[in-house]
């Protein structure tokens, strides 16, 4: 069974790639087209657009991101494949509604995560490995009950998922429903925790961002994601316009532009968050 590390950006999948070498890590790219949001490093832009088959412009996640997996691959002396479908722009003109307008994702409708990270990881496998895969996940020994969650979606211990497998005469993309992957954890099973992660990544050559997934993260409470505006303004920005422009809102009763502009009583600091804060993609 070909065995798959699914690489996030953050310290603990990346933990997983160097302590579990598998025969593939993948990472799946948030990117946008907007220029307001590029990438600073021209020649950096181009090593990405290459690696992924589109131009690289910009990622709604930190910029910090893309040194982590160039510096990640350079560290375990192993390819990562990276992969990016659509933009976050062309996922959201996906979704419209039936006056004809767009909508945004939230918390009861993630198809930002479906459709930028889940999707074109499994199609990747579907279309470069003998399915099911096994893919390692990257929680941790206090995080059971997440695993516990994964294992009990799938069916006699393989998940399904629905895979593009072809095109119908009229063009329109053939779908089918196949065994996809057996999840592992091999933290979990080996007892591993933040502080373990943390200390091993002291003083090696891997640069992380802040926090990994989207700046602008609905899972992010408000006053993370302030937080986050100051931090990375210009993507953070990016979310804002997103809601002036759709007219809608990723999280329920507050806007984004609402928390930029919102006056915090205390000045915040890097140690007053943690991961717990940061929302996750859920793969």
Known sequence: ?????????????????????ADYNIFSLVR???????FPDAKIRQIVSDRIGHEFIGTLEQDEIIYTILDLEQYIGQEVVWLSDKTF???IQQYKMKDGSFYLPNKMNRFCTVDMKVKPIAQWCYDNTD???????????????????????????????????GKHKNGNNKWKE??????????????????????FW??????FAYM????????????????????????FEWFAKQER????????????????????????????????????CGL
Not at 212 to 235: D, P, T, W, Y
Not at 252 to 270: A, C, M, P, S, W
């Open 202 to 207: 002291k003083g090696k050559p891997v640069r």
């Open 131 to 165: 399915l099911p895969v096994e893919m390692r996940i990257g929680f941790r020994a206090n995080e059971m009950r997440r695993a516990k969650n994964m294992i009990e979606r799938a069916e006699n211990g393989v998940e399904k998922f629905k895979f593009r497998v």
């Open 89 to 91: 722009e062309e996922v």
């Open 245 to 280: 422009n759709v007219k809608g809102t990723f999280k329920t009763g507050v806007t984004y532009d609402r928390i930029k502009n919102h006056r915090t009583q205390l000045e915040l600091f890097d140690s007053d968050f943690n991961e717990c804060d940061s929302g996750y």
């Open 32 to 38: 946008t087209n907007d220029k307001e949001v590029m």
């Open 212 to 235: 990994n997934n989207c700046v602008g993260c609905f899972h992010r409470s408000e006053i993370f994601l302030k937080h986050m505006s100051e931090k990375a303004s210009k993507q």
């Open 178 to 199: 196949l065994d996809y992957r057996v999840v592992r954890f091999p933290l979990i099973k080996d007892g591993i925790f933040k502080d373990t992660i943390e200390e």
């Open 1 to 21: 069974m070909t065995t798959i590390n699914s690489i996030s950006g953050g310290k603990t999948s990346a933990y997983i790639a160097k302590h579990y070498p």
